[in-house]
Nanobody, 121 residues
């Protein structure tokens, strides 16, 4: 059974940084594309970033390009989201996601429970 557990959320002032982590179990992590999504109050869940199984390719939504960086450590079964220059509009619950395909995707099959990120102005 696939388990994805996010951590690292919290309250930060605008302009600050946070690093989210997602620990994965129950899957052959090295072969999964991993992603991050977010959902703000009253809004639909939206794609944030993804990283190919090899770490050799990444994808970002336009609003976070240049500020967020997704990375992975296949030896630790963990994916990270480094978030810099945070803005109040980044406030949301952030979800980790996994997909077993060996290609880059924005469609994922497995989900964590999320971690809250709140950016104060």
């Amino acid at each position: 059974q696939v388990h994805l557990v996010e951590s690292g959320g919290g309250l930060v002032q605008a302009g600050g940084s946070l690093r989210l982590s997602c620990a994965a179990s129950g899957l052959t992590f090295w072969s999964y594309t991993m992603g991050w999504f977010r959902q703000a109050p009253g809004k639909e869940r939206e794609f944030v970033a993804a990283i190919l199984w090899s770490g050799g390719n990444t994808d970002y939504t336009d609003s976070v390009k240049g500020r967020f960086t997704i990375s992975r450590d296949n030896a630790k079964n963990t994916v990270y989201l480094q978030m810099n220059s945070l803005k109040p509009e980044d406030t949301a619950v952030y979800y980790c996601a996994a997909d077993g395909g060996l290609i880059m995707t924005r469609t994922f099959n497995y989900w964590g429970r999320g971690t809250q990120v709140t950016v104060s102005s």
